[in-house]
């Protein structure tokens, strides 16, 4: 059983979205120990011993993360399938570079397909996420 | 304040942002059955032996269908949805219906094709015994390619292929063609490519007693209900269908399909929840593809570059079905000659049937094709004239004087095509100005080049769209709507339009659509409209509704309704502020018995509905410029910088606006440089994963400068809007060829066939070279 199947149909963690189950569109995303994966590639049991974060470890409802609202904010997203991945893989960015640049964002997060956005607010999103999260 | 015109972020994110959204893959009921289909790997062929007898012993099984077993109780979809309206006449429109198998019996017409279904406790299960399930094909002949006219016929309903054709003429295009100064012909192709929203398809369907209820990512509920229950043979009122959360469409969920259909059945068969959800292999081969044109075109012109005629020819490849000629075929016709005063022009165009995938109207549906055949030419005048491309279009555009400007045919809603815009001159400099044509053509730099595109869009199309309202106890507005959106933000539209008719606050409305539970009639989010039909429809109901209002405080204050005004919940004397009644104490007081203070002759309640039947569509339009850098070794090209100027009429969200022409215009840059839906010569097709068939990424994202015209507001809805949401895709493909085309300067290369793939761009240069 794949680590995606395992989030979302074992435990009901239904945020990691699955856009490809081929390892090209990054909807699945997840960290394994801080690093993001594709869990749609990864098997459940690869990850036994290891601590999983999913879009539902970094912010609820209740208590959205920065980059959660500044998604909302500047219009990071519309049909909002991509997001959950999108965020997680822009969380692993952010804490690699907490000023993030266009060119950087461009190439580093290119393994998320957005199909809806044409991706220019989900770098905004991600900038202003910076700002929220450096104040 | 107003909050039309304000960008306000959407109300519909946060479930979205914080993974807690629930799509159709995430909805889960106790003892849902999964499905697994069985689908043809031939183009065509004939079913020899089917058996599924050891599928059946297999783990987990409950049930596996057939064709045959389905005969007689589920059948197929004969879909006529876009029959010819009256005001055609002209075009001499011939369609036939589409037909669209529920399971195949006897004969596979497309690799795909469902051929059984396997039910079982889990996915997994599903899909091994799908491996079980023995089929045997005698392979056929197979119709690939449709420009052949001796191909074995596809349907017997459908002679020669032909399921739909039809043919304009204004003017004398023959003769002005014979007696021109200049001529050119081209061929101009755009491929078949797919809409890919990153969901993919999925449908569940509950069943208690008689009643079915059905979740499914698609654009149409009310359509897919209708569908279901011809089908089946049922009433419409068993069937309930809604969107949870939708992951896209972009034309390809603007359909009815077999899943949607069988899934149900197979619910009401078990009396047990039974859920399919595609997966991207087989919504590569088994959702419906798009464009896939063409098209032979002839123009006509003087030595300063004006067209006098343009006549064109195309086919377009149907795969089994195309589902909606008129939008996916005529809209080319009545788009085609775009921003320009073009007097004589002729067009036949074909829908034919081919043993693929079938048909669909994708974002732009029939216009992305017909502005890169008519900004090609354009191009292309201007290169045999060694002209500038941008005084060729200059000379050509629509004066400001002779607007509204008849295009003398047609719309396929049967109306005559006026446009309802101006400014295009205007437009276009501007357009110009922002992307730096005239130093770009001063002092050029090597491998770099600048195009130009133009469109027409024909938006908010009917047959029609529904608004209901009505308060609640909390004294809020809830609208109901008959459209499904699914990333557009209108629940966030609406509730800005709403608020401002009602003085409250955008959270203050509760918005809700895509249920047929809903209301008795509705249509969809699809074709540029719902902002225009169903803002039209609210906006009516809410002045019905606010009569309703004062007419009821009216009767709690004892005054005359006219002396009453509306705002921030309450309902007050016009001039005495402390006078007044809450929309709370309206709502008690519209409740039906006792309770009741309602003016002599006025129905309980507060709801109010208003269907809008559009009188014709309402025309946006738009210029686009595209900067570009070609490596004339390698063929590839960068797109540097997209700059879009657009006309969508009065802005509700100009946010919302912007993320619709960005996510719109990136498609356009995918379609003309990078995907493409491949069948090789067998029928077999080449794209089954992202590996094949790519999307652009963040990588691929050029610099985006839009400016929204700041037109007049349409006078053809009660909002002046215009739609936008397809606005996006249809310059870039001629915009971007044609500033490949400059960058290679002084070679005159041509570059008419899409995708623009680095070894097109190489034969390209080397013909020219030749
Ligand atoms: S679902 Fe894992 S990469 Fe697409
Ligand atoms: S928001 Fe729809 S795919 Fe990204």
């Known amino acids: ?65 920065p980059l959660m609202r500044a998604f909302s904010e500047m219009h990071g997203l519309q049909c909002g399938f991509c997001t959950p991945g999108f965020i997680v893989s822009a969380f692993e960015y952010l804490r690699e ?15 998320n397909i957005c199909r809806c956005t044409g991706y220019v607010k989900i770098f905004a999103s991600i900038e202003r996420a910076a700002e929220l999260m450096s104040s | ?90 075009a001499e429109p011939e369609i036939h219906p589409a037909t669209i198998e529920i399971l195949a019996d006897g004969e596979v017409r497309h690799v795909g094709q469902a051929v059984a279904a396997v039910v079982a406790d889990s996915r997994y299960r599903a899909e091994d015994a799908a491996e079980l399930v023995r089929v045997d094909y005698e392979e056929l002949p197979a119709a690939i390619d449709p420009q052949k006219r001796d191909n074995p016929i596809v349907f017997e309903n459908v002679p020669g292929n032909v399921q739909a054709r039809y043919r304009i003429r204004v003017g004398d295009a023959d003769a002005a063609l014979a007696g021109a100064a200049h001529r050119l012909a081209l061929n101009v192709r755009s491929q078949r490519v797919t809409a890919a929203p990153m969901e993919t398809r999925g449908v569940l369907a509950s069943t208690v007693g008689e009643e079915t209820n059905v979740w499914s990512s698609t654009q149409i509920p009310w359509w897919v209900r209708n569908a279901i229950a011809g089908s089946l043979g049922i009433p419409q009122r068993l069937v309930r269908v809604q969107i949870p959360h939708m992951g896209g469409g972009f034309g390809l969920k603007v359909n009815v399909y077999p899943e949607e259909v069988l ?152 109306h005559e095509v006026v446009y309802d815009a101006r400014g295009f001159p205007a437009a276009f400099e501007r357009l110009l100005e922002l992307i730096g044509y005239e130093e770009h053509r001063r002092s050029p730099r090597p491998g770099r080049g600048i195009g130009l595109g133009t469109y027409v869009e024909g938006t908010g199309v009917g047959p029609f769209e529904s608004g209901q309202l009505q308060l609640d106890s909390e004294g809020r507005v809830v609208v109901y709507s008959g459209c499904a959106p699914h990333g557009q933000g209108l629940e966030t539209t609406m509730s800005q339009v709403v608020a401002d008719a009602f003085g409250l606050t955008p959270e203050a409305v509760v918005f809700k659509a895509g249920d047929t539970a809903l209301m008795p009639f509705g249509a969809g989010t699809f074709a540029s409209r719902s902002v225009v039909t169903a803002g039209a429809a609210i906006i009516e109901s809410s002045n019905r509704l606010l009569n309703r209002i004062k007419a009821i405080a009216g009767e709690l204050m004892e005054m005359a309704p006219e002396d009453l005004e509306v705002g921030e919940g309450m309902v007050r004397a016009r001039g005495v502020p402390t006078r007044g009644v809450s929309l709370k104490e309206v709502f008690r007081a519209s409740s039906p018995g006792p309770g009741a203070r309602l003016p002599a002759g006025m129905d309980a309640g507060t709801t109010e509905t208003f269907y809008w039947v559009p009188p014709t569509v309402t025309w946006g339009f738009g210029v686009v410029g595209a900067v570009v850098q070609v490596d004339p070794e390698t063929g590839v090209v960068k797109v540097e910088k997209l700059v879009m100027l657009h006309d969508c009429g009065r802005v509700i969200n100009p946010l919302i606006v912007e993320g619709q022409v960005e996510g719109g215009l990136l498609q356009g840059v995918g379609a003309t440089l990078y995907e493409e839906v491949v069948y090789d010569a067998a029928g077999q097709p080449r794209a089954t994963t992202f590996l094949d068939y790519l999307l652009p990424t963040s990588a691929e994202v050029p610099e985006i400068v839009q400016e929204s015209l700041e037109g007049a507001p349409s006078e053809r809805n009660p909002l002046g809007v215009k739609g936008v949401g397809e606005s996006g895709p249809i310059a870039p493909p001629a915009a971007i060829a044609n500033a490949i085309i400059d960058a290679l300067r002084p070679l005159n290369v041509q570059l008419n066939e899409l995708p623009l793939t680095p070894p097109k761009v190489l034969a390209a240069i080397e013909q020219a070279r030749a």
């Open chain 1, 1 to 65: 059983m794949t680590l995606a199947d395992f989030l979302r149909g074992e435990l009901g963690l239904t945020g990691t979205h699955l856009g490809c189950e081929h390892g090209v569109c990054g909807a699945c995303t997840v960290l394994i120990d801080g690093a993001s994966a594709r869990s749609c590639l990864t098997l459940a049991v690869q990850a036994a011993g290891h601590e999983v974060t999913t879009i539902e470890g970094l912010g609820t409802p209740e208590n959205p993360h």
């Open chain 1, 97 to 111: 570079h907490p000023q993030p640049n266009r060119e950087e964002m461009r190439r580093d997060l290119s393994g």
């Open chain 2, 1 to 90: 304040m107003t909050w039309v015109g304000q960008r306000v972020a959407r109300k519909e994110d946060l479930p979205l942002v914080t993974g807690t959204g629930l799509y159709v893959p995430d909805l889960k009921l106790t003892g849902t059955l999964e499905v697994a289909f069985v689908r043809s790997p031939h183009a065509h062929a004939r079913i020899t032996a089917l058996d599924t007898a050891e599928a059946l012993q297999a783990e987990g099984v409950v049930c596996v269908l057939t064709g045959p077993e389905i005969r007689g109780k589920v059948r197929p979809m004969v879909l006529d949805q876009e029959a010819a309206p009256p005001g055609l006449e002209t």
């Open chain 2, 263 to 414: 899934i149900t059945y197979l619910s009401r068969l078990l009396q047990r929840p039974v859920r399919w959800v595609e997966d991207r292999v087989e919504h590569l081969i088994a959702s419906g593809h798009a464009r896939d044109q063409l098209h032979h075109v002839e123009a006509a012109f003087e030595d300063d570059g004006r067209i006098t005629a343009v006549r064109d020819r195309f086919v377009l490849d149907s795969g089994v079905a195309c589902p909606y000629p008129l939008s996916s075929a005529y809209n080319v016709a009545s788009h085609f000659r775009s921003m320009y005063a073009i007097p004589h022009f002729a067009i036949d165009g074909e829908c034919v049937l081919t043993h693929k995938m079938f048909n669909l109207p994708y974002r732009g549906a029939g216009r992305p094709e017909a502005a890169f055949v008519m900004d090609r030419v354009m191009n292309a005048v201007a290169q045999e004239l060694g002209l500038d491309p941008a005084d060729v279009i200059r000379r050509n555009l629509i004066p400001d004087e002779a607007q509204p400007y008849s295009m003398r045919m047609p719309y396929r809603d049967g």
